[in-house]
């Protein structure tokens, strides 16, 4: 009833008419030539100001159609109606509700393909409301606040979920398990995160670049996944370090598989295998992870390359090229087989990427690497190529134009053309199904395995997806478990 009143004299301050014709705000950013040398990250967030005039432009729908496109289905209208009332805290508490990495996706995910392509003012032929925009005001203003995150362990012991005494593992700290483990825990349940490599996120830590999500960001949403009580174990490989009657032995009840699609995939091209040809998971996990561009005190050095040429057109093969110039090249390619507007990268990426200084190469297709005598790739021959039918997605079908192509001097290669699930933890579970891409098997109601206790989420069962969508698995898959738990059915 509260809830209904402060937001019913909301309305009433402002008409329809009048709040359709502000305009929608524009994102403070860092000027291309200063960033393009850093890792500072590009987008600034709004201020105060910005947020409390954006979240007039919302009219608080009676039945919310943005809602419907939130793969968390967070409650949109309610969140932005209190950052327009002035309580932001509040609105990072209903963030919180449904989103266990609130921050993450303010950045990260495709709002416009999502929440915001399904706002009213779409349909009036305007510009939808900025609802990443705000998303990541409010989580970032709860991330800032001294209430939540200078408590002493006792305060914040006080505060976990009351615990029902049941173990669940987790096996990957990227979005899928992060959100399950956040899910789970509200839940009751003793949360334990195992995690292959040396720090937690997953590939929002090693596949993401600091300019577009900073570590300090990641870290704080697991800090706050730890004052809900989840534990993270690093360095520790399910299916290699341990084994699944070893998570049976220590009293897991049921285990959460969302170990990625880390396995990258190749063209099999001629001269893939040369020295400077490399996977854009190679390429980015050594240089976000392991600081492979350092000047100094870097183990795994990478080659900066002075002209680097990245294949693809996804967020992925983005964060490479603008990664590449960052690290120094003077040259930075994007390669693409089809035409821009097939590209599934997000428009603001490509924007931030040509902003910079990226060179789009569209309609082309590498058909072969060429190396030196050291066997170091020196160019690279690209097939010209014509868009003809539109394929099952829609998107139209790229075919060569014969007898047409162009050879350019590259020194370095990033394929970024997909991925595949990690093979370790499935063909270490017998009896597990798999599907013949080798992604685990699960019902789309519940994400159940054909092994009851197990259930699977994110790129282990979608192959390569979205944050976002990786995180509604997470939840999803976390309240099916618990319902099957109260049943007794595992």
Not at 366 to 378: Q, S, T
């Amino acid at each position: 009833m509260e809830n209904n009143q402060w937001r019913s004299e909301l309305r009433k301050k402002m008409t329809a008419k009048e709040r359709t014709a502000i305009e929608r705000v524009k994102m403070p950013e860092l000027a291309p030539k200063i960033r393009r040398k850093n890792y500072k990250e590009v987008n600034c967030g709004l201020t105060s100001e910005q947020a409390l005039q954006e979240a007039k432009r919302c009219l608080d729908c009676p039945k919310p159609t943005c809602v419907l496109g939130c793969p968390v289905s967070i409650d949109i209208p309610h969140f932005i109606k209190n950052i327009e009332r002035g309580e932001i805290l509040e609105a990072a508490k209903i963030l919180k509700e449904t989103s266990a990495l609130p921050a993450v996706c303010g950045r990260v995910c495709p709002q416009e393909k999502q929440c915001e392509a399904l706002c009213i003012h779409k349909k009036m032929g305007k510009q939808s409301v900025a609802i990443g925009y705000l998303e990541r005001f409010a989580a970032d203003y709860s991330l800032g606040s001294t209430s939540l995150n200078h408590r002493s362990p006792s305060e914040i012991e006080a505060n976990f979920p009351k615990t029902n005494g049941i173990k669940i593992a987790v096996a990957g700290s990227g979005p899928a398990g992060l959100s399950f483990a956040g899910e789970a825990a509200k839940l009751g349940y003793y949360v334990t995160v195992f995690e292959a490599l040396h720090e937690i996120g997953g590939v929002l830590k090693y596949g993401i670049p600091e300019f577009r999500l900073p570590n300090m960001i990641i870290d704080a949403e697991i800090e706050n996944l730890k004052q809900l009580g989840v534990k993270f174990v690093i360095n520790c490989i399910i299916g290699k370090t341990l084994m699944l009657d070893d998570l049976k032995n220590d009293g897991f009840r049921a285990i959460f598989v969302a170990s990625g699609a880390g396995l990258p995939n190749f063209m099999h091209i001629k001269g893939e295998n040369l020295i400077g040809v490399m996977s854009s998971n190679e390429y980015l996990t050594r240089i976000n992870l392991m600081g492979a561009a350092r000047e100094q005190n870097s183990d795994t050095p990478v080659f900066k390359g002075k002209t680097v040429a990245v294949i693809g057109g996804g967020n992925t093969a983005m964060d490479s090229v603008r990664t590449a110039l960052r690290v120094g090249a003077e040259r930075a390619i994007i390669v693409y087989r089809r035409s821009e507007e097939e590209m599934p990268a997000r428009i603001e990426e490509i924007k931030h990427a040509k902003e910079e200084g990226v060179e789009f190469m569209i309609l082309h297709n590498p058909l072969e690497y060429i190396g030196d005598e050291n066997g170091r790739v020196r160019q690279m021959i690209l097939q010209k190529m014509e868009l003809g039918n539109p394929d099952e997605n829609g998107r139209r079908s790229p075919k060569p134009i014969p007898n047409a192509t162009e050879t350019i001097d590259v020194d370095v290669v990033v394929v970024s053309v997909g991925v595949s699930p990690n093979p370790l933890i499935p063909s270490s579970i017998e009896g597990l199904n798999l599907s013949k891409r080798n992604t685990v098997l699960v019902d789309e109601s519940t994400l159940q395995s054909s092994i009851p206790t197990i259930f699977a989420g994110g790129d282990i069962v979608r192959g390569g997806a979205t944050v976002i969508l990786a995180m509604g698995d997470g939840r999803k898959a976390a309240r099916a478990m618990h319902e099957k738990i109260l049943n007794k059915e595992i």
